[in-house]
Each structure stands twice: as structure tokens, then as C-alpha cells.
């Protein structure tokens, strides 16, 4: 198929707004009358709160009110479970729950009335480990909880002991994972405005589920959703991060804006951010493996246990992304994994970029290729011999049929790009000196948006007006990725008009109907369907008209470049006035899209179903080299191949790599939030190291494209698993290069030098 | 607080302004000025967010006080826009794609434009030593180098 618009690296359209500053992000709105508003925080992991004095701080100069857990309404929230604080009430569960807030008529004025506010406290024990939560007899951490556990999702197939009797060797391992930051570099703002345009309160700013936050806010002011507002401003990256965080904060500014009948900013400093934030999920992880001297996989066991911190947050659904991918791209036909989360007192986790993927692959992929080295096989060999071609069967019984499994092309592609069959061999062989050179590679499958979650649906809305413009509105939300982009790609291809024509709207939860969260890769699957929908349906209608008028059958007519032409290429109409006359006829000119994704099926008991509708599979390969004198590892080159389907905008695909495999190296070998008895050491970024520019490995893009038969223009998602595979790729490149096998991650310095880490909050 | 004087000039115009003897930059120019394209990412010069240029060096305007900056002749992502169009940077971050969220992205401009004001000609490791103080949690840098490359080459023409 030709395309005009669609599998084009077209520029962004949100892009002039942003290299020349305009692009207003939550911290530089502001609203006549506005206020500021501060939270206190506790530094306790754990305690019970004894009394709260605020009578000093309220007598500050500028402070327009002080208020505690009891000024709100209804003080829990949660998308899945409800039992998040607004503000802690009468006890704090993690360090950096806030517990009174300030808001005053500068943010200075805010900040030092927190100064004046006392809070008596009963310091309680806390619990800071997973593994220890879980025990008979542990703390119980939340009331009305019997024990800690968030969620335990089982998966059972075939019969394990059968499968390990059958085994010629079995390994048994360990693995565990660290908390990570999601370094958006924007931190955390709302504005709040009260009685805006017959809304109760209008809330702004960089956040990322628009819909979800509505919820929240709803639910805390306990009045109704269309009551709420939600406005979605540029955001500075996201990254899962910028959901119940800042729910929280968009419902305590809800709070302050009507106890004081005017617009409240809050902005969180980059230490508040760290200190408040959710993070990624830290694993421990327990594989047992067993495979026959030929190298077939005979059975697996998994046992992961997820710190889900203070707050059960995504911890349920996060950990069911683990179940589903725990086994990796594999055929196994015995197989039992048991995913867990518990409360701790650490700082809460929640939904980042992965979802519960990076830490089984990490595990999984590292695993196979100690395997590989027990059985005397190559990585690629024991791979080619289990892995999903078309027609397998997964873990949880699903046949992959519906669309193309290209494992392995992707590995194949992978390989040729960064020369991997050449460096393998000579790197396997002797390397005089201390810096030796390794390549490692790892491959997944990933489900495509949200799966047996929730409702997979999304929502759009196009309206043509009488000049031909175009203006598209999706249910789903920009976050830096370029959905903006690729919707309009995808409005401007179906009515052929040129791309300047066409204008994205941003959401606005009062108009655009409710399209579940912008999370799962789903964005341009879901939602491009969506759009897709819409434009065919305002298409439809003015081809019914067009063939009416000029005598023509639909078939015969074309819509292009702005233009309507009959079969012979003559132009009949410009699509203007050809859109415009329809109008002033009567005709509605705007259409709803909506999409519901094809059936999908799960039994929890059993951890067995049809998961998710589609699959994306992807390799990476990473070379490095590493220092055996200093443990000092340098990642040179990395190769990434991923299939999306089509891609919309190839050269957004190729951002989508870059970046994804930059934030994976981070995760792999520098990236760990220090967290000391529930408390974060150090709070900003010269503490928390994220990949700089210095940092780069050659990164080598490779797009496949396989269409999917549900996906717009057969696209899929490319989001999350660019991070999800360059850990394990990188550690077993390590392994090839020194010898030494480290199954923690980061893989530091230390870590790679002795194996383990130095300091006290490493694993 | 004590108030005093300063005049800087801000993309070519010339500003009288009261500050406190305390107050950042970075606040001059958002709040005072209420030009927000400037960002604040972490407010202790590891960002690189807020970086502004100040007579020709590109500066973290988080860690340097107005009132240090009395005289100074200041540019801002606002200032690289003309009347001829877009700078030959902004023409090439959008160009190559060297945009996602753009939270980093008026830093950056600031870093390379800094950077080819005095060198027109940079290699890929001078580039990457003129970002380093950048960070961009979404674009991998990869095409933020592509686009400074490119940018050079149109300029230099
Ligand atoms: S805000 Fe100035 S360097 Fe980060
Ligand atoms: S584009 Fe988002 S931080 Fe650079």
C-alpha cells in the first residue's frame, strides 16, 4: 500500500511550540488571584501521628489556610485498590507521605509556614523487606488487613515435577532488582481553579492520565466526575510516573481551591518529587530451570516477590505483567510461576515504563544463558531451540496465531546489525590484558496494551469544519511520546488532506469521552484505531455525498492532498468546499471513534487464558567491555530490533529505541535509588545518576514491520519494550566478557569488580 | 529583604528590574519577566534545564544570582526565533526528530547554540561535551546530536 502521511517520518506537530518556549508546561500556567500551596512530609517510614499543631503556621504572613487528613473529604484513592492517603491521618506508612498543607499567597510564604507546623509523632517498627512482610507473624501494615499480601497471581501448566524428572540438568537461581526513579525532567505541577465554566474545579497541568485523575479527584471531593475538569498541558515526560502522584496533588490542591475560592499552584521541587514519588518495583526472583542435554526446555518454575512499598498503587496489575512474561518468548510445556507483592514501609511503586517486564527478563534472559553455558551450547542456539515461532503456545495456553511471531527475525536482524556472529567468536576466545570484550543478547514477547487489566476501549472525536480544517480530539494523552503526531498521521491518511490541515486539540476530560489511561504502549493501537474509526466514518459520509453529486460511484472517488478526484486523476473538488457545502446542507461534519479491542480471556486461579490480544517481539544486543582490573564496564555498541507492526512515524520509532534503550542501560548498569530503612538517601540527580550524553553506546535502530491485522494501518506498540531488554543483554555480555555472572542489578562497578554490592542499600 | 538594582539585557532588550539580593536567574526570567520557556528540572546545576546563555557562556541559571549578573547581556530559547524564521538550531531539533516531551529541549538549544557560537564546526565529542551537563530523560540524545550536526552544516553554509 501507498501511503501519504502514514509510515512517514513526518515532523511533530507539537514541535515549534517547543524549541521556542512557548509550549506552557504545568509550572508556567498561571491563573489571575492564584495561590500556592505546600505539603509537609514526614521523614518516618512508619509512625503513628500523636497531634498536629498549626495555629502558628496559619497566623503567617500571606497563609490563607492550613489543613490536615481531617479537611478531606474522602481521604483514600487508588485506580485499583483504595487505599492511598491524600494526606496521611492517623498514621504515616512510608517516608515522604504527606501529612498538612499550606497555601498562602506566595510559595514562599507556603513554605515557611510548614516551617511553624508541629507534628507529634510515635515512631512504630517498620517493615523494609518483602521477604520479611510476608512471614507468618510480620507487622501488619495495613488496618483491616489480616496480612500484607497485595496480590499473589498463580500460573499453573502441566505438571513441573514431571518436567524436571524429565530434565537433564537444572538450575536453580537467584535474582534480584533494584527501586528505580523515573527521571522525568519535569517535576510534578498542577494548578487547580475553582468554578471555572460550570465546572467545580478545572485541574491543569503535566499529568499523564487525565481520566484517571478525574477519578481521583472526584472521588476525594466526593462530588461527580462532570463536576471535575481535567485539562492535559505539555508534560515533561512521564514515563508511567505522573499518575497517582499526582492525583494526589491535583486532589489536594482541589481541597485548598474551594476552602479558599481561588486558583492553587502546586509545584514540586526535584528533592519533593524524589521523596514522594512512586518508583519502580524492586524483585526478588527465584527461577528453577530444567532442559534436556539437547538443549529443550522441560519445565520452569518461578517465584517473583514484588516490594509493592507503603501503597498497593498498579503493584496487582504490574506483577500480572510478570506472570504473563515470566517464562520468556519460550516454549515450555511444564510450568508453575507465583508472583507476589507485599506492603513494606518503603517508598510505594507503581507503574514505570516495563511494567513488571524489565525484572523477569532480566532474570529470565540472564538465566538462559547460564543455561546455555551449562548445556555447552550458544545463547543463540538455546534459543532458536525453545523460542515461539508461529502457531506456538504460551505459558498461559494461548495459541499465537492471529498475527506474525517474528522472534526470529528480530534476533536475526538484530545479529546482523552489530555484527554479533563475528564478535561472539572472537570475544570467546583468549583476551590478553585486563580489558576484555563480551556481546550479549536477550529477546521478549510483549503483550500489546492493557490485556485482561480492564476494558481495553478508546475514544475520538473528529470534527470537519467549514473551511476543510480539521480538528482531532483523542481520549488518550500526549506524554512527550508524539501521539499528537501519529494521530494526526492518521486523520490526514484516511480524508486525505495534507497535514497542515489537520489541528490536534488537547484533552479535556469534559469533552473527549473517557479512554482509560494512556499507559501499555497502548496509545497509537487503541487509540490510533480510534482516530482511525472517526476519519472513516466523516469519509463514508463524504463519499456518499461526492458520488451523489458528481454522478460518480464511491469507489471511483479519491480523496487526496486536499482534493476529491474521480478514477480518471481530475479534480473535482477541493475537499474545502466540497466539506463546507456539506455543511451548509446539514450534514453533520464531526464523528465519535471508538474502539474496543478484539476479546481477550484470563483465569486467575489458574493463570491461564488469551492474556492479550497481540504480541510485539523485539531483540537487543549489547557489546562491551570491561575492565577485570576496576570493574569499570563501558557499553560500546548496542544493536535494538523491534517489530511495531508498521510504523506510523519511523523516525518517532527510532526516538521510541534511543530512548528506551538509554533508560534500560540505566536500569542495567548505573541506575539504584539508595533506600535505607525506608528512606531515600539522597533526592536529587547528583545523588540519582541517569545516563548522560557521555553515557551513549552506538545504539543501532532496526525496524521490522510485520502488520497487525488489528492495528491501525497494522501498527503495534513500541513504548515499553525498548527498556525491557537491555539489562539481561548487557549482563550476559559481561558474563561473556569476564567470566563473571552477576545477578543483581545495577551492574555496577562493585558488582562487576567483586560480584556484589559495597554499599549498605545495594542488594 | 534588601532590593536592588540591576539592568540585563534579555534577547536584545534591556531590562531595569528591583531583584533580591537572593533571587536566581532562573526567577528573574519566569517570574519577573514571566518568560517560562526556561525550565527548572532540580534546581542545584545538575539538570541542565535552565540553562540561558550570559554573555556568550552558557550558564545554569539556577545557581547564578541576578544581582552577579548586573550588565550582562542574556539570551533565551525565547531569543532564537527572528523575523527570518527559526533558528538554524530550532529548524534542526525539529528536522531530526530531536524533540519528545521538550522539557530538555530549551536547555539544550542554549548548550549547542553556546557551543557553535564559538565553535561552528564541532566533532561528535565536542558536541557531547557541550550537552553533558544536559540531561533528557525521553530522546536517548542520539538525534540531539544529529541535529546539532546538522545544524552546524546549514550555518556554516
Ligand atoms: S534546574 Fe538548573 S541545572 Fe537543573
Ligand atoms: S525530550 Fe523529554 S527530557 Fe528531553
Not at chain 1, 492532498?561 to 455543511?583: K, S, V, W
Not at chain 1, 544493536?639 to 529505541?657: C, M, S, T
Amino acid at each position: 500500500m501507498a501511503f501519504k502521511h502514514v509510515n512517514k517520518g513526518v515532523r511533530r506537530v507539537d514541535a515549534y511550540e517547543k524549541v521556542t518556549g512557548k509550549a506552557k508546561f504545568g509550572a508556567d500556567l498561571e491563573f489571575a488571584n492564584m495561590l500556592h500551596a505546600k505539603v509537609l512530609r514526614t521523614e518516618y517510614p512508619h509512625a503513628e501521628i500523636k497531634k498536629i499543631e498549626t495555629a502558628a503556621a496559619e497566623g503567617m504572613p500571606g497563609v490563607k489556610g492550613v489543613f490536615t487528613a481531617q479537611d478531606i473529604p474522602n481521604n483514600l484513592f487508588g485506580v485499583i485498590v483504595q487505599d492511598q492517603q491524600v494526606l496521611a491521618d492517623k498514621k504515616v506508612l512510608l517516608a515522604g507521605d504527606g501529612v498538612v498543607m499550606a497555601v498562602a499567597e506566595t510559595e514562599a510564604q507556603a513554605a515557611a509556614a510548614l516551617e511553624k507546623i508541629e507534628v507529634e509523632y510515635k515512631e512504630l517498627e517498620g517493615v523494609f523487606d518483602p521477604l520479611e512482610s510476608r512471614k507468618e507473624g510480620a507487622l501488619k501494615l495495613h488496618p483491616g488487613k489480616d496480612d500484607n499480601q497485595v496480590i499473589h497471581h498463580p500460573l499453573r501448566k502441566g505438571d513441573v515435577e514431571k518436567g524436571f524428572a524429565e530434565a537433564d540438568v537444572i538450575l536453580e537461581r537467584e535474582y534480584t532488582t533494584q527501586f528505580i526513579e523515573h527521571s522525568y525532567l519535569e517535576p510534578e505541577a498542577v494548578v487547580v481553579v475553582p468554578n471555572e465554566e460550570n465546572h467545580l474545579v478545572s485541574v491543569y497541568g503535566s499529568i499523564q492520565n487525565p481520566y484517571a485523575t478525574r477519578n481521583a479527584v472526584s472521588a476525594v471531593l466526593e462530588v461527580e466526575l462532570a463536576e471535575v475538569r481535567v485539562i492535559q498541558n505539555h508534560i515533561g515526560g512521564s514515563f508511567g510516573g505522573k499518575d497517582e502522584v499526582v492525583s494526589a496533588m491535583a486532589a489536594r490542591a482541589a481541597v485548598m481551591a474551594l476552602k479558599t475560592g481561588r486558583p492553587v499552584k502546586m509545584v514540586n521541587s526535584r528533592e519533593e518529587s524524589f521523596t514522594e514519588s512512586y518508583k519502580r518495583h524492586p524483585y526478588h526472583l527465584t527461577y528453577k530451570i530444567g532442559a534436556t542435554k539437547e538443549g529443550k526446555l522441560t519445565a520452569m518454575e518461578i517465584e517473583a516477590v514484588a516490594d509493592s512499598g507503603g501503597y498497593a498503587c498498579q503493584t496487582p496489575f504490574v506483577t500480572w505483567r510478570s506472570v504473563v512474561q515470566a517464562t520468556g518468548p519460550y516454549e515450555v510445556e511444564n510450568v508453575k510461576t507465583d508472583t507476589y507483592g507485599y506492603y513494606t514501609n518503603n517508598p510505594y511503586t507503581g507503574a514505570m515504563r516495563g511494567y513488571g517486564s524489565p525484572q523477569v527478563i532480566f532474570a529470565q534472559e540472564s538465566l538462559m544463558d547460564e543455561l546455555a553455558a551449562e548445556l555447552g551450547l550458544e545463547p543463540v542456539e538455546l534459543r532458536k531451540r525453545n523460542m515461539y515461532s508461529q502457531g506456538s503456545v504460551t505459558a498461559s495456553g494461548q495459541k499465537l496465531e492471529r498475527h506474525t511471531v517474528s522472534l526470529n527475525e528480530v534476533m536475526t536482524k538484530a545479529m546482523e546489525a552489530i555484527d554479533y556472529k563475528k564478535k561472539y567468536e572472537e570475544y570467546s576466545g583468549e583476551q590478553p590484558g585486563d580489558k576484555k570484550k563480551g556481546i550479549g543478547l536477550s529477546i521478549s514477547f510483549r503483550g500489546c496494551s492493557l490485556g485482561a487489566e480492564a476494558i481495553d476501549a478508546a475514544a475520538s472525536v473528529i470534527q470537519i469544519n467549514k473551511d476543510g480544517s480539521v480538528a482531532v480530539y483523542s481520549g488518550l494523552a500526549e506524554n512527550g511520546q508524539g501521539l499528537k503526531t501519529i494521530f494526526s498521521q492518521i486523520a490526514a491518511e484516511v480524508l486525505g488532506v495534507p497535514m497542515s490541515e489537520v489541528e490536534f486539540k488537547e484533552l479535556d476530560t469534559s469533552f473527549t469521552p473517557d479512554s482509560g489511561s494512556t499507559v501499555a504502549s497502548r496509545a497509537t493501537l487503541i487509540g490510533g484505531n480510534a482516530i482511525k474509526d472517526a476519519a472513516e466514518k466523516l469519509k463514508g459520509r463524504i463519499m456518499d455525498f461526492a458520488a451523489d453529486k458528481y454522478d460518480f460511484k464511491v469507489e471511483q472517488l479519491e480523496l487526496k492532498d486536499g482534493f476529491l478526484y474521480d478514477g480518471q486523476g481530475n479534480r473535482l473538488a477541493t475537499f474545502a468546499d466540497l466539506t463546507g457545502e456539506m455543511g451548509n446542507t446539514g450534514i453533520l461534519m464531526s464523528a465519535y471513534g471508538w474502539y474496543k479491542s478484539p476479546p481477550i480471556s484470563w483465569d486467575e486461579e489458574k493463570g491461564s487464558g488469551n492474556p492479550y490480544f497481540t504480541y510485539v517481539y523485539g531483540c537487543q544486543i549489547a557489546e562491551v567491555e570491561v575492565d577485570t582490573g576496576t570493574g569499570e564496564l563501558n557499553v560500546i555498541n548496542m544493536a535494538a530490533a523491534h517489530d511495531v507492526g508498521r510504523a506510523i512515524n519511523p523516525e518517532n520509532v527510532k526516538g521510541q529505541i534511543y530512548g528506551g534503550v538509554m533508560m534500560g542501560l540505566g536500569y542495567g548498569i548505573m541506575e539504584e535509588l539508595e533506600v535505607r530503612d525506608g528512606v531515600i538517601q539522597g533526592t536529587n540527580f547528583h545523588d540519582y545518576m541517569i545516563p548522560t550524553i557521555q553515557d551513549m553506546p552506538d545504539i543501532k535502530p532496526v525496524i521490522v514491520e510485520n502488520p497487525d491485522p488489528d492495528g491501525p494501518f497494522g501498527a503495534k506498540s513500541i513504548g515499553e519494550p525498548t527498556l525491557e531488554l537491555g539489562s539481561a543483554a548487557i549482563a550476559n555480555a559481561v558474563a561473556h566478557a569476564s567470566g563473571r555472572r552477576i545477578r543483581s542489578l545495577p551492574l555496577n562497578l562493585e558488582r562487576v569488580l567483586i560480584g556484589r554490592a559495597l554499599h549498605k542499600g545495594g542488594k | 529583604m534588601a532590593k536592588l538594582d540591576v539592568e540585563i539585557t534579555v534577547n536584545g532588550a534591556r531590562h531595569k528590574l528591583e531583584v533580591g539580593s537572593q533571587e536566581r536567574l532562573l526567577d528573574t526570567l519566569r517570574e519577573q519577566l514571566k518568560m517560562t520557556g526556561t525550565k527548572e528540572g532540580c534546581s542545584v546545576g545538575e539538570c541542565g534545564a535552565c540553562t540561558v546563555i550570559v554573555d556568550d557562556q552558557a550558564v545554569n541559571s539556577c545557581l547564578v544570582l541576578t544581582a552577579q549578573v548586573d550588565g550582562s547581556e542574556i539570551i533565551t530559547v525565547e531569543g532564537l526565533e527572528s523575523k527570518s524564521g527559526l533558528h538554524p538550531l530550532q529548524k534542526a531539533f525539529i528536522e531530526k526528530q530531536a524533540i519528545q516531551c521538550g522539557f530538555c529541549t530549551p536547555g539544550m538549544l542554549m548548550s549547542a547554540l553556546a557551543l557553535l557560537n564559538t565553535n561552528p564546526t564541532p566533532t561528535k565529542e565536542e558536541i557531547k561535551t557541550a550537552l553533558e551537563g544536559n540531561l533528557c530523560r525521553c530522546t536517548g540524545y542520539q538525534q540531539i546530536i544529529d541535529a546539532v550536526e546538522m545544524a552546524a552544516e546549514e550555518w556554516g553554509v
